[in-house]
């Protein structure tokens, strides 16, 4: 069964460093999204990406954050100066984003930690 | 903001009786809404999902339930199964207006005791 794949699993960075999160969405599907977790909160919608480039982004989502498509199969998220704020668990997921269907599928998550 | 409520942390249940998950949304513009199952260690895994122009959706031991002038909706396991322990979370979108970013809820962790 096709899968979200995510790396790194769980990355550690010094505050003010920049880190890049991976994602392989589904092959065939069209929407890509990042989410993050804050540790005991909910998951909150970063961003989502369609024919290459930003078609939403949430509040959180700041001049920090960056999202690409580098190739046919990647999907990254940049941070440009992590901050400590941004230690959660980042979500990418992906959909096919038709308007009746809109089920995500998810990739397991990479835990970021800032120190 | 909590546009997307589910008011009990935690739930357990004894295995083959039915699990009952409640959810409760604010923002009258959702017009489809999920549920997801997370495991510890993994992202949120779809489960079933309802669009606004129904009431009920079924799919196997799963049963979602839409109550629109509520704004509430429920999602019924029956039997329930120890396998499925695990947090529940519900989801809701704009389909309609072409938005596709989820609203999640905060998770119900529900235990099914053997």
């Known amino acids: 069964e096709p899968e979200v794949t995510q790396t790194p699993s769980h990355q550690v960075t010094q505050m003010g460093q920049e880190v890049i999160l991976r994602c392989v969405p589904i092959?065939?599907?069209?929407?890509f999204y990042w989410y993050r977790q804050i540790l005991g909160q909910k998951v909150e919608f970063l961003v989502s990406f369609y024919n290459n480039e930003i078609s939403e982004k949430s509040e959180i989502f700041d001049d920090q954050f960056s999202v690409e498509r580098p190739d046919g199969s990647n999907f990254t998220l940049k941070i440009r100066s992590t901050k400590l704020e941004d230690s959660a668990m980042y979500f990418c997921?992906?959909?096919?984003?038709?308007?009746?269907?809109?089920?995500?599928?998810f990739g397991p998550g990479t835990r970021l930690t800032v120190l | 903001d909590q546009q997307v409520k589910q008011n009990s942390p935690s739930l357990s249940v004894q295995e083959g009786r039915i699990s009952i998950l409640n959810c409760d949304y604010t923002n009258s513009m959702f017009d489809y809404f999920l549920w997801y199952k997370k495991y510890p260690a993994e992202g949120p895994t779809f489960l079933i999902s309802?669009?606004?122009?129904?009431d009920k959706n079924e799919d196997g031991r799963f049963t979602v339930f839409l109550n629109k002038s509520a704004k509430h909706l429920s999602l019924h396991i029956v039997p329930s199964q120890p396998g499925d322990s695990a947090v529940y979370f519900c989801?809701?979108?704009?389909?309609?207006?072409?938005?596709?970013?989820?609203?999640f809820g905060k998770g119900t962790k529900l235990s099914v005791i053997p």
């Open positions: 997921a992906s959909s096919l984003g038709t308007s009746l269907r809109n089920e995500q599928f």
């Open positions: 989801a809701a979108t704009q389909s309609g207006a072409g938005s596709y970013q989820l609203t």
């Open positions: 309802i669009s606004s122009i129904k």
């Open positions: 092959s065939n599907h069209l929407y």
